[in-house]
């Protein structure tokens, strides 16, 4: 079982910035750990993965270049670094890990996810 806690969401204005960071605690190996993202009324949505333990990254074309997703792999936590932040980034956050190898952005391939973090942004 791999159980992941999310902190860092919280209200920013747009342009601003957060850092969100999911702790994991687990017993088993997982190669892709993930952040998704889900707003009302709409499907959740992957914003950024990282494979094997940081070898590969993915990200959804609406956030790159403005989010960096990263590991500490001494700590089994990932970051997702959000800045230049937009209202339309509204949404609850959720980290996710998977045991498939290359999961990407597919949250079908996840096994395990988080709370979920509130980061809102106001024009």
């Known amino acids: 079982q791999v159980q992941l806690v999310e902190s860092g969401g919280g209200s920013v204005q747009a342009g601003g910035s957060l850092r969100l960071s999911c702790a994991a605690s687990?017993?088993?190996?997982?190669?892709?750990m993930g952040w998704f993202r889900q707003a009302p009324g709409k499907e959740r949505a992957g914003v950024a993965a990282?494979?094997?333990?940081?070898?590969?990254?993915y990200y959804a074309d609406s956030v790159k270049g403005r989010f960096t997703i990263s590991q500490d792999n001494a700590k089994n936590t990932i970051y997702l670094q959000m800045n230049s932040l937009k209202p339309e980034d509204t949404a609850m956050y959720y980290c996710?890990?998977?045991?498939?190898?290359?999961?990407?952005?597919?949250?079908?391939?996840?096994?395990?996810w988080g709370q979920g973090t509130q980061v809102t942004v106001s024009s």
């Open positions: 990282i494979c094997t333990r940081g070898g590969s990254t």
């Open positions: 687990t017993s088993g190996y997982t190669y892709c």
């Open positions: 996710a890990a998977s045991r498939v190898y290359g999961a990407g952005l597919n949250k079908d391939w996840y096994d395990y």
